[in-house]
């Protein structure tokens, strides 16, 4: 049982979504003003966010378990391990927080407080990769929790880094930040009319997710009992 209250709860949730929404952005527009190659550019988005990840699940996770996203909080959900209403909240709390950190990023480098983006990311090879780049973070969380929970924080910030290389869409993996990303016509933005195949199959890749870990991770209750002697 976590042990601080709601509200605390939902601001941990909202301040880690911006922050996180901020870095994505922001390490974008930095890139892409720093340099005019694709692949530097994308190098110089996955470092920040693969690091950021790392320090806001140390510092934020006992608070609220630092979801950041509403795929995972899904999961979680289903889990019992929240209750519908804060998982709603959470939700909520955690858009809000990525829009806030697309206009952070903005202001920052003295754009449009929200500017719709114009960058096309569709198609089945797309959704496809969101699908494993959701379903590989939910593995991650699940079995790191199990067997290595203190290296959450460093399990999922690798495999963000990792997943923004070997996924075609760059691994998105959360509703909340392509919600924010759409609010940004930079290099990490996605056109708001591409969001519902992202979506969807975001969480269709966190519930495949679930479904497998929660079988491959489920105690064999009924083998034998090692007997001691039988091993001498």
């Known amino acids: 049982m976590l042990a601080f209250d709601l509200p605390r709860r939902l601001v941990a949730e909202g ?3 911006a922050l996180l929404v901020a870095t994505v952005v922001g390490s974008g527009i930095m890139a892409e003003t720093l340099t005019k190659d694709v692949a530097l550019a994308l190098l110089g988005n996955t470092l920040p966010t693969g690091a950021i990840l790392v320090v806001l699940i140390t510092i934020l996770g006992p608070i609220s378990g630092a979801h950041f996203n509403p795929a ?8 019992r391990e929240l209750s519908v209403g804060t998982g709603l909240l959470y939700v909520l ?8 950190g697309t206009i952070m990023a903005h202001l920052m480098f003295a754009l449009p407080i929200l500017d719709v983006s114009l960058k096309a990311r569709t198609g089945s090879s797309q959704w496809f990769a969101e699908g494993i780049a959701a379903f590989g973070l939910v593995a991650t969380i699940l079995a790191g929790i199990r067997f290595q929970k203190d290296a959450i924080p460093w399990l999922v910030g690798l495999y963000i880094t990792a997943a923004y290389w070997f996924t075609a869409s760059t691994s998105f993996a959360n509703p909340a930040v392509a919600i924010a990303r759409s609010l940004t016509n930079t290099f990490s933005g996605i056109r708001p ?9 975001e969480f269709c890749g966190a519930l495949v997710g679930l479904a ?3 079988w491959l991770l489920r105690p ?3 083998a034998p009992a090692l007997n001691p002697e039988a091993q001498l």
């Open 15 to 17: 301040l880690g979504t």
């Open 93 to 100: 709390a955690q858009i809000a927080g990525g829009i806030v």
């Open 193 to 201: 009319h591409d969001l519902p195949g992202f979506i969807l199959a």
């Open 72 to 79: 995972v909080t899904l999961v979680f959900a289903l889990k």
């Open 212 to 214: 497998v870990m929660s």
């Open 220 to 222: 064999e209750r009924d």
